[in-house]
T-cell receptor, first 112, second 114 residues
């Protein structure tokens, strides 16, 4: 089955800095890669996703890049703000199997 | 409601007891997923329904765990003979069609087995 590795497990940055979280996946058939943000005690919420037919996607301060050859994808947050502090999860799925496999998460702390 | 609803939000049970966790997906979503999340970990897949049938139950850890979705909407996750290791947050998610479509999560049920 699919295996998703996520790094780093924790990331501390100063407000205004950029943050990058990286994930690798094992199943070359995976074609959908969402990123979820989970604040303490709350449900995971989708912040951005990318499909295998594109290499990059941006939404304001958030961007995701995908390298299918290397089987890795990354989340980039620019101009970080304290409210970006949360745990971020990457995930991968194969549309033929429909389940999402998650990474272990990255705790992002943005200090004012 | 507009989102995925899970009840109860918290459940404390004694070791060996039976529990049922309920999930109300977003109306019209055919796909429904159950995940388990332990402290400091990512959601771990348990089972996926497409309509009324379990399309993939490969994540269920053992035969004490069972889930149903008899009418293709509400789902119930059932755990028999609970063990302390079953303590976790059980998350339900639904998506419009399943594969490659956004999954919306419920708030989860925090299960504590004492």
């Amino acid at each position: 089955g699919e295996n998703v590795e996520q790094h780093p497990s924790t990331l501390s940055v100063q407000e205004g800095d950029s943050a990058v979280i990286k994930c690798t996946y094992s199943d070359s058939a995976s074609n959908y890669f969402p990123w979820y943000k989970q604040e303490l005690g709350k449900r995971p919420q989708l912040i951005i996703d990318i499909r295998s037919n594109v290499g990059e996607k941006k939404d304001q301060r958030i961007a995701v890049t995908l390298n299918k050859t290397a089987k890795h994808f990354s989340l980039h947050i620019t101009e970080t703000q304290p409210e970006d502090s949360a745990v971020y999860f990457c995930a991968a799925s194969n549309s033929g199997y429909s389940t999402l496999t998650f990474g272990k998460g990255t705790m992002l702390l943005v200090s004012p | 409601g507009a989102g995925v609803s899970q009840t109860p939000s918290n459940k404390v049970t004694e070791k060996g007891k039976y529990v049922e966790l309920r999930c109300d997906p977003i109306s019209g979503h055919t796909a429904l997923y159950w995940y388990r999340q332990s402290l400091g970990q990512g959601p771990e897949f348990l089972i996926y329904f497409q309509g009324t049938g379990a399309a993939d139950d490969s994540g269920l850890p053992n035969d004490r765990f069972f889930a149903v979705r008899p009418e293709g909407s509400v789902s119930t996750l059932k755990i028999q003979r609970t063990e302390r290791g079953d303590s976790a947050v059980y998350l339900c998610a639904s998506s419009l069609q399943g594969a490659g479509t956004e999954a919306f999560f419920g708030q989860g049920t925090r299960l504590t087995v004492v």
